[in-house]
Nanobody
C-alpha cells in the first residue's frame, strides 16, 4: 500500500505564490513518476505537471511559465511551486504517484483558493 500526504494549499491573493508538497510512503520500491492534478468545482480532473525519477518534467499549458515541479527521490517527495496565481487556478490539487509494477496512487487533495 502507498500513502500520499499533500500539504501547502491555502488562500492566496491573485499574483501570489504557493508551494505544494507531497510525500509518498509505504510499499514504494520504484517510483516511475510523480505529479499534480487539479479539479475545479463543476469540472473534471486535469493534469497540472508531472516529473519522472530522472527529473524530466512536463507542464500543462495552464501552468507553463508559472510553475516549477521538482522531485526529491531520497525523500519520495514532489513539490510544485506556483507563481503568479490567478483566480482560475482555484481548485483541489491532487498528488499522484506511479509506482513501477504496481500502478497509480492518489492523495486526498489540498485546496488552493486564489481570491482577493
Amino acid at each position: 500500500q502507498v500513502h500520499l500526504v499533500e500539504s501547502g494549499g491555502g488562500l492566496v491573493q491573485p499574483g501570489g505564490s504557493l508551494r505544494l508538497s507531497c510525500v509518498a510512503s509505504g510499499s514504494i520500491f520504484s517510483i516511475n513518476t510523480m505529479g499534480w492534478y487539479r479539479q475545479a468545482p463543476g469540472k473534471g480532473r486535469e493534469l497540472v505537471a508531472t516529473i519522472n525519477s530522472g527529473g524530466i518534467a512536463y507542464y500543462a499549458d495552464s501552468m507553463k511559465d508559472r510553475g516549477t515541479i521538482s522531485i526529491d527521490n531520497a525523500k519520495n517527495t514532489v513539490y510544485l511551486q506556483m507563481n503568479s496565481l490567478k483566480p482560475e487556478d482555484t481548485a483541489v490539487y491532487y498528488c499522484k504517484v506511479r509506482v513501477t509494477g504496481f500502478g497509480d496512487y492518489w492523495g486526498q487533495g489540498t485546496q488552493v483558493t486564489v481570491s482577493s
